[in-house]
């Protein structure tokens, strides 16, 4: 079974540039989740969608983080404008349903904010 | 919300001993508890998993141990070669979040061969 995708894979943008994450994952599976990997921590979870609803959003930034999910596939995280604190690993992660706890991650994309 | 906290942040043995990492939780209504181990540059690989129903589970030489009553959960490895070298997550989670994971800060373990 193909993994999860995500690109790309490494991004290098000047501080105030708007920069855009892409996610597709496991075929069928319903639930999507995009985490920020800060250099040495644990994942923090973002954005998690139902098919094409939010299901929590609670820590995602607002003021400069968008993500959507439009027909419950593919999945988009920007970020607008940067700031150089945005450097991290963002890993999408899917899992087959809202129920299902087991979660499979993308390779990440790398992101360098100058 | 939910608060991981994972120790060891370095582990160091040498090859063929054991390595244990711990973590707590604080949410009593989390009830799933997995491991993944990350090499450098690449994905989160999950490795093992508990459900708050079951007290032990091991799988080849990891092996996962749950205290409910204590808040707190361990990764066993045994027999340990260079290859299990690697930073190893734990995280918490409960179907009332959505089934979100509050991962700990991270275990890194190397193993010396």
């Known amino acids: 079974e193909a993994g999860v995708a995500q690109s790309p894979r490494y991004k290098i943008i000047e501080k105030r540039q708007s920069v855009a994450f892409w996610c597709n994952p496991i075929s069928g599976h319903a639930t999507l989740y995009w985490y920020q990997q800060i250099l040495g921590q644990g994942p923090k979870l973002l954005i998690q969608f139902q098919n094409n609803g939010v299901v929590d959003d609670s820590q995602l930034p607002k003021d400069r983080f968008s993500a959507e999910r439009l027909k419950g596939v593919d999945s988009t995280l920007k970020i607008q404008p940067a700031k150089l604190e945005d450097s991290a690993v963002y890993l999408c992660a899917s899992s087959t349903r809202l129920a299902e706890e087991t979660q499979y991650f993308g390779p990440g994309t790398r992101l360098l904010v100058l | 919300g939910e608060n991981v906290e994972q120790h060891p942040s370095t582990l160091s043995v040498q090859e063929g001993d054991s390595a244990v990492i711990k973590c707590t939780y604080s949410d009593s209504a989390s009830n799933y508890f997995p491991w993944y181990k990350q090499e450098l540059g690449k994905r989160p690989q999950l490795i093992i998993d508990i459900r708050s129903n079951v007290g032990e589970k091991k799988d080849q030489r990891i092996a996962v141990t749950l205290n409910k009553t204590a808040k707190h959960f361990s990764l066993h490895i045994t027999e340990t070669q260079p290859e299990d070298s690697a930073v190893y997550f734990c995280?918490?989670?409960?179907?009332?979040?959505?089934?979100?994971?509050?991962f700990g800060t991270g275990t890194s373990l190397t193993v010396i061969p």
């Open positions: 995280a918490a989670s409960s179907a009332g979040t959505g089934n979100q994971f509050y």
